[in-house]
T-cell receptor, first 115, second 114 residues
């Protein structure tokens, strides 16, 4: 039981390049989330999904796209990377079965630098 | 709108002393409140949460948190700090309506001095 895994762990891009971050969970969770973490700002929600085939915008969705083709995977795409997207990206998942008890479990993060 | 404030960027405490990491929140209605810890180069780990009931919540690694509705606070505490507790701590809130999103504070770096 690996929990939530993310690939890659590190990546350096040039401005304008594209890439996809992969998140996988083996807990059969319905809900999945992508956050970014910037110094002094805590974590901010980019996009989330409440089930296979569904996605929704979070607090800071601009410049990102997501897909949830399989229940266990949640992909975050950057079509044309910008230096402002330099950040640490965290994926999380939760069961979603009960609003009151739902707890998010986080992956180890991906450190992305855009030059 | 919901928000969380962690008024201290940095907290230093001597090993063996009690520690407190402060958190205040703003949300419509009653909140769900969470504490997470982040060790260097690691993801966030769940510590504890308040849903309802007893205002004192016990969590992992000997941590506890006290929910105070009148002061809209949810401070994290531990009776005796360990050097291994040194990490970045995040408070988060989720409203009882809408999506299951969490809103995080900016984090407090705890350093336990041997």
């Amino acid at each position: 039981n690996a929990g939530v895994t993310q690939t890659p762990k590190f990546r350096v891009l040039k401005t304008g390049q594209s890439m996809t971050l992969l998140c996988a969970q083996d807990m059969n969770h319905e809900y999945m989330y992508w956050y970014r973490q910037d110094p002094g700002m805590g974590l901010r929600l980019i996009h989330y999904s409440v089930g296979e085939g569904t996605t929704a915008k979070g607090e800071v969705p601009d410049g990102y796209n997501v897909s949830r083709l399989k229940k266990q995977n949640f992909l975050l795409g950057l079509e044309s990377a910008a230096p402002s997207q330099t950040s640490v990206y965290f994926c999380a998942s939760s069961s979603g079965t009960s609003r009151s008890t739902d707890t998010q479990y986080f992956g180890p993060g991906t450190r992305l630098t855009v030059l | 709108a919901q928000s969380v404030a962690q008024p201290e960027d940095q907290v230093n405490v001597a090993e063996g002393n009690p520690l407190t990491v402060k958190c205040t929140y703003s949300v419509s209605g009653n909140p769900y409140l969470f504490w997470y810890v982040q060790y260097p180069n690691r993801g966030l780990q769940f510590l504890l949460k308040y849903i309802t009931g007893d205002n004192l919540v016990k969590g992992s690694y000997g941590f506890e948190a006290e929910f105070n509705k009148s002061q809209t606070s949810f401070h994290l505490k531990k009776p005796s700090a360990l050097v291994s507790d040194s990490a970045l701590y995040f408070c988060a809130v989720r409203a009882r309506s809408g999506a299951n999103n969490l809103f995080f504070g900016t984090g407090t770096r705890l350093t336990v001095i041997p």
